[in-house]
């Protein structure tokens, strides 16, 4: 299951509207013959790339994979099917297929004589590769993470509206990773004009990832034509809006959406309860004066505070990340 895991962390932010999901083909001694993951819509699922590349070492042998595998014909065909048709003798998986559409795998893998196991490491599946887009299933609407970077006394920009930048470059270079899985990232039309940003994943080499999410600029106000941010390197959309929900029916084919600034966009999507994850870097470093990280997230006293709990904290070369989930929400 963590090789698995790994392959559908690869294809992150290319399968949607599919689910990144990871399988592995074992022949009947135990030896593993196959690793696939989701292809980009219209292609193969991961059951099919991996028994492909199992081929007649599948038979007698063991799936392992981290979604149910689906009983419908979508522009593929069902991937119980082709576990039977392969010879497969038992199959495990992470997560049950909450979609009504696709469910039903493991009952006619069982109908055709499969031996099937659910759950293993569910947790680690629910909220690694298939968080997002089992949310999505869930309610409806993409996944939201709010990232941003801040100072030790909170500020998420200089006197003078200069931020970049805040954190050491290990903590950059994460922020480009993450980005090259991500389906989506979203700013307001103030981090275009004060910042010009470019939006795009980068290698460390400084070349652009092979995956870009695509950009989203969110305002009324005009942003010039040469705004990096509408160049050809990546899909662009410009929403002119400041209704938090448009923007999340506008992305409603995309499952794992970032929004990266700056602190009024933030404050409107928290205010709208729209904040699924929060990534905080916080940075050793005091500016003293500055804008804040958000503004306005609708608290107007203690007992109205937006609180989260801690899923995780990592320290990145001098900065450290804090991942948390709101409270009330189950992550
Ligand atoms: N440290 C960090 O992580 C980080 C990240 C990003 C930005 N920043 C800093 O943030 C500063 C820019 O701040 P900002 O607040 O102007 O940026 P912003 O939040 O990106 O943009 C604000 C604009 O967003 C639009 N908007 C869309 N929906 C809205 C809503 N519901 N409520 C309010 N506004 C909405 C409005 O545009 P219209 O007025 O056009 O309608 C508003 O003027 C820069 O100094 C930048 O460096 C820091």
Redesign the pocket.
């Known amino acids: 299951m963590r090789l698995a895991i790994d392959a559908s962390h690869g294809v992150r932010g290319t399968t949607s509207p599919n689910p990144p999901v990871g399988a592995v083909i074992l022949d009947a001694s135990g030896a593993v013959v196959g690793v696939g993951a989701t292809r980009p819509p219209g292609g193969a699922h991961a059951e099919v790339v991996a028994l492909a590349e199992a081929g007649e070492r599948a038979r007698g042998g063991t799936a392992v994979v981290t979604l149910e595998p689906c009983n419908h014909r979508g522009r593929t065909g069902p991937c119980s099917q082709a576990l039977i048709d392969a010879g497969v003798a038992a199959v495990h998986y992470a997560v049950s297929d909450p979609n009504p559409a696709a469910a039903g795998g493991a009952q006619r893998l069982r109908e055709a004589g499969v031996t099937v196991s659910a759950g293993l490491s569910a947790d680690d599946v629910e909220h690694g590769p298939l968080r997002a887009w089992l949310h999505r299933q869930r309610h409806g609407r993409p996944h939201v993470t709010w990232k ?3 100072t030790l006394d909170g500020r ?2 200089a006197a003078d ?3 970049q930048w ?1 954190t050491g470059p290990e903590a950059r270079a994460r922020v480009h990773a993450d980005r090259a899985r991500l389906d989506a990232i979203v ?5 275009v004009l ?2 010009d940003p470019w939006l795009t994943a980068r290698l460390p080499d400084g070349s652009l990832a092979p995956h870009q999410p695509l950009r989203v600029v ?4 005009e942003i010039p034509p040469t705004a990096k941010v509408l160049d050809d390197a990546a899909p662009t959309l410009v929403l002119r ?4 929900d448009d923007v999340l029916v506008a992305l409603a084919d995309q499952d794992d959406v970032l929004i ?9 999507f928290l205010a709208a309860g729209r904040v699924d994850r929060v990534q905080a870097y916080l940075a050793p470093v005091v500016l003293g004066a500055g ?1 804040h ?1 958000v ?1 306005d997230a609708g608290v107007h006293t203690i007992a109205e505070a937006l609180r989260f709990r801690r899923e995780s904290v990592e320290t990145i070369g001098d900065d450290l990340l804090l991942n948390l989930i709101p409270r009330g929400i189950r992550s």
Do not use: K, M, Q
Not at 218 to 221: A, E, I, L, P
Not at 241 to 244: F, L, M, P, Q, S
């Open positions: 941003f970077a801040a998420s920009a509206g200069t931020s805040i700013v307001g039309t103030g981090t004060a910042d969110v305002g009324t106000r809006t400041h209704d938090v990266e600034g700056g602190p009024r966009l933030a404050g409107a804008s990280a503004e």
